[in-house]
């Protein structure tokens, strides 16, 4: 932006790509959006002033912060200086080049696996009219288990279906945490036609790693206090008096079967 105020001229050269020559007066004002060195020739010599953001009056050889521009500035006379080359090509604009982004590796949970003991509740007699399978869990691996999610199945043989009921004897965990159903399956398995299956409540907590859910004394019977014959029995061995790892207790995570093996399915 520039105002003439005087017939006054002087030259002011702009050093920038391409020259750029204006004739300005004393008392011009020029505006400039960055900083660039601009000379003004009088009485044979080249006086370089120091433009910035902002404005310069041209009056009194003084920016408009008022300071005094210094003698070291004056130069002699000589040959035309050379404008600055432009580092970009005129139109075209430097492109950043960003960091590499890394992305995230997606880390895989550690599969749950856990670990069922069983001891005989009340040994000594196969023939009797309660079933007390006395449990507990173990987590062998490397994270927290959740025990609402988990589930325990006892499978056995009930020789006439009838109603049955559970009983939670003890539990370290609380027997207000413990529950049990009974489901009859829909074909006949190698020793177990029905299964025991024990659930936990939120209230159970989590089982972490190397931990033991400690004893879980299981009690159910028939309403009509009929006996059972435990010979028969999947699930059932009489020699586990104390508590002993045990394949025929399975164990279900999410529903899917992480310990033990199922009894066979009889074709």
């Not at 009690?219 to 002993?244: C, I, L, M, P, V």
Request: aromatic fraction near 12%.
């Amino acid at each position: 932006m520039l105002r003439l105020v005087s017939r006054r001229y002087y030259m002011l050269k702009f050093v920038r790509p391409g020259q750029v020559w204006w004739s300005v007066p004393e008392g011009a004002v020029m505006c400039r959006t960055r900083w660039q060195p601009i000379y003004r020739k009088r009485q044979q010599r080249w006086l370089l002033l120091i433009a910035g953001v902002g404005c310069i009056i041209f009056q009194g050889y003084r920016h408009t912060n008022g300071s005094q521009i210094p003698d070291a500035y004056n130069r002699t006379a000589g040959p035309a200086i050379a404008p600055m080359k432009p580092t970009v090509p005129a139109g075209s604009m430097p492109v950043p080049t960003l960091p590499a982004v890394k992305t995230p590796t997606a880390t895989t949970a550690s599969p749950v696996t856990l670990q069922a003991y069983y001891k005989v509740g009340n040994p000594g007699g196969a023939t009797i009219n309660q079933i007390m399978p006395q449990l507990e869990l173990s987590n062998t691996g490397k994270s927290s288990v959740d025990l609402s999610e988990v589930t325990i199945r006892y499978w056995y043989m009930l020789d006439i279906q009838q109603p049955q009921s559970y009983w939670c004897d003890y539990a370290a965990v609380g027997c207000a945490n413990i529950s049990g159903s009974f489901v009859s399956l829909s074909s006949l398995r190698s020793k177990a036609n029905t299964y025991l299956e024990i659930r936990f409540t939120n209230g159970a907590g989590n089982l972490a790693p190397g931990a033991n859910s400690g004893e879980i004394q299981n009690r159910f019977n028939k309403d009509d206090w009929s006996n059972y014959q435990q010979a028969h029995d999947y699930s059932y061995e009489g020699s586990a008096t104390t508590f002993t790892v045990s394949t025929r207790i399975t164990v279900y995570y999410k529903g899917t079967l992480v310990w033990g093996s199922e009894p066979d399915g009889l074709t």
